[in-house]
T-cell receptor
Framework: DQQVKQNSPSLSVQEGRISILNCDYT??????FLWYKKYPAEGPTFLIS?????DKNEDGRFTVFLNKSAKHLSLHIVPSQPGDSAVYFC????????????FGTGTRLKVLA | DTEVTQTPKHLVMGMTNKKSLKCEQH?????MYWYKQKAKKPPELMFV???????INESVPSRFSPECPNSSLLNLHLHALQPEDSALYLC????????????FGDGTRLSIL
């Protein structure tokens, strides 16, 4: 039972354009959501997070949007840069719960120069 | 530079060997994690320690034995592993209390012969 899903295994975007990565979840108890970036041979790096009391959070070129009614979140990267090419994982947890994080299956982003 | 340090970076072992993976952090985080990641898959939670006590064991086989000797150190003892245990083993830590992101090490690439 995959509680967190990323339905696009890969995405290619031209440099300077917007990258939109999507994530869906099924567990309505999740109230804290995160995005991680992973390069080969490295551990995941935390990018940005959002709690369920918000519907948007921005940090520089990265914006996360949360639609609780649709159980959907997205990560927008504007403008996309070649260095953004990596695998992106969304993750979800119950913030006041057991410290357990559930990861999505990942989306490989390729930014073309 | 990652603030969670994992050693060794690579490990090759036979099925009868005993070895240990080590994880260290000096950020004062009191929640520490072990994950297993296979190629093209998301990180899969194995164990969670909270204040040096095991709080989550995701039904991991007993050939994996975690240990948290102090608040900065997390070990994973390996014995009689199977070829299917070959994977990237990731350690993570986070502060306790509220919604907080995890910080990951770069992992140990384990190969079982």
């Amino acid at each position: 039972d995959q509680q967190v899903k990323q339905n696009s295994p890969s995405l290619s975007v031209q440099e300077g354009r917007i990258s939109i990565l999507n994530c869906d979840y099924t567990n309505s108890m999740f109230d804290y959501f995160l995005w991680y970036k992973k390069y080969p041979a490295e551990g995941p790096t935390f990018l940005i997070s959002i709690s369920s009391i918000k519907d948007k959070n921005e940090d520089g070129r990265f914006t996360v949007f949360l639609n609780k009614s649709a159980k959907h979140l997205s990560l927008h990267i504007v403008p996309s840069q070649p260095g953004d090419s990596a695998v992106y994982f969304c993750a979800a947890s119950e913030a006041s719960g057991t410290y357990k994080y559930i990861f999505g299956t990942g989306t490989r982003l390729k930014v073309l120069a | 530079d990652t603030e969670v340090t994992q050693t060794p970076k690579h490990l090759v072992m036979g099925m009868t060997n005993k070895k240990s993976l080590k994880c260290e952090q000096h950020m004062g985080h009191r929640a520490m994690y072990w994950y297993k990641q296979k190629a093209k898959k998301p990180p899969e939670l194995m164990f969670v320690y909270s204040y040096e006590k095991l709080s989550i064991n995701e039904s991991v086989p007993s050939r994996f034995s975690p240990e948290c000797p102090n608040s900065s150190l997390l070990n994973l003892h390996l014995h009689a592993l199977q070829p299917e245990d070959s994977a990237l083993y990731l350690c993570a830590s986070r502060p306790t209390g509220g919604a907080q992101p995890q910080h990951f090490g770069d992992g140990t690439r384990l190969s079982i012969l």
